[in-house]
């Protein structure tokens, strides 16, 4: 347990607040945290009968095009309802069977970030709609073909590795 | 591709710089991206033979404590130095047999964050001797209690999951 002593507001941003803290730790000493606000976002495993649908953008952060997930953050909306929405305006295609896999922290040493990850198939194709200023390929993948990207390091996200094999391999039995 | 524009940075902190940045998009709108750059890290999946060794720790940002892989930031360092010392640090064990599994991206919407992904075995037991303010236990689990885990939800961690899943259900068929 860490107790809050002093919270300083550094950062309001439009996706994320920084803030800094003091906190007592256990010990009774001091010391200070940063800590990185968001509004949690979803991830959803798309399948399209044996195959992912994946999206690929460029990611200024890392200055290089990515494959992931279609995901994004939640607008005050439940989970489900910001996964449905997102596939339709990342990839276009509408989808069923939508069932909540688990939830992930992307970084619990500075950020309170969480991901809803969900799994569901492509019900009807369509044209995708993405916010302005977001430019996304969709890409489809063979189940053994992300395995292999996975492996070899084509696919680096943590969102979508994790929620692939979350998705192919734990099985009933696990 | 997004060309910077503008940058400015916001915050200077310990363990993350957040930078505002406008850019020019690939319609020649610009936009603003909020960007929090790390120095990167590393997290191991210490495996004692049919069990994997866990570190358990209170995680401010989310006011819980969580389980996860013994991971830490690079010091200046090469990701397979911080490994060793980061599992020795907050274990106390010493480790063997270390291999690169993978790289994670965390959060690549806004953040440069790469973890260097390990895994290694158990090769002499000692005493943890984490940093000062870093309280940390350790839980060794099977292989099967961890994907237990994983499945309900009770291990969150992205670089866990992501890690654990890697190490464990990719084959080498795959």
Known sequence: MEKEVEKKTIFRGNILNIEKYKVKLIDNTIASR???????????????????????????????????????????????????????????????????????????GFSDEVIHIFKADVEDHGEPNPDPGEFVDVVELSVEECLKKIKNGDIKDSKTIAGILFAVKLKEGD
Do not use: W
């Open 34 to 108: 940063e800590v990185a606000r968001f509004s949690g976002a979803v991830g959803v495993v798309l399948f399209s009968e044996n195959r992912i649908v994946l999206v690929e953008q460029f990611r200024f952060p890392l200055g290089e095009k990515i494959l992931e997930i279609p995901a994004g953050r939640l607008e005050n909306e439940e989970p489900l309802h910001c996964a449905t929405r997102e596939v339709k305006e990342e990839t276009g295609y509408s989808c069923k069977n939508i069932e909540k896999l688990t939830e992930i922290y992307t970084s619990p």
